[in-house]
């Protein structure tokens, strides 16, 4: 059963982050940011926050450096909504899983072709 914890958790962080990032901060530098996982530790005190973010390279690593300046109002946020002893500690990464799957989707559009002629 206390497996199930961390990605009840992980869940609902989720959504609350989402509400939070669209709604709540105001930073210029936030683009159009999608969270699309959080995975939560064992003993819930810490929590990696996977998302992408629609734009270039440099727009992306814009808004990794706004929502890391955020992340203690993020943070208290969270812990106002999500009732935990403890808050986790929350560090954001960019889910790269997307842009590997449209590079495998590539290949094999290319391979198709290539089998094709």
């Given at each position: ?13 989720k ?6 990032i ?26 990696k ?14 808004t990794?450096?706004?929502l ?50």
């Amino acid at each position: 059963m206390s497996n199930n914890r961390p990605s009840r958790v992980g869940e609902l962080m989720k959504q609350e982050l989402s509400d939070i990032i669209s709604r709540k901060i105001k930073d210029p530098r936030i683009g159009f940011v999608t969270v699309t996982d959080v995975q939560v530790t064992g003993d819930l005190q810490q929590a990696k926050v996977y998302i992408t973010v629609l734009g270039d390279e440099e727009q992306k690593q814009n808004t990794l450096l706004a929502l890391a300046k955020a992340n203690g109002f993020i943070r208290s946020e969270i812990g106002h909504r999500i009732r935990l002893r403890k808050t986790p500690e929350i560090s954001f990464e960019f889910d790269e899983s997307i842009e590997y799957g449209n590079r495998i989707e590539t290949l094999l559009e290319q391979l198709k072709k290539n089998s094709e002629t």
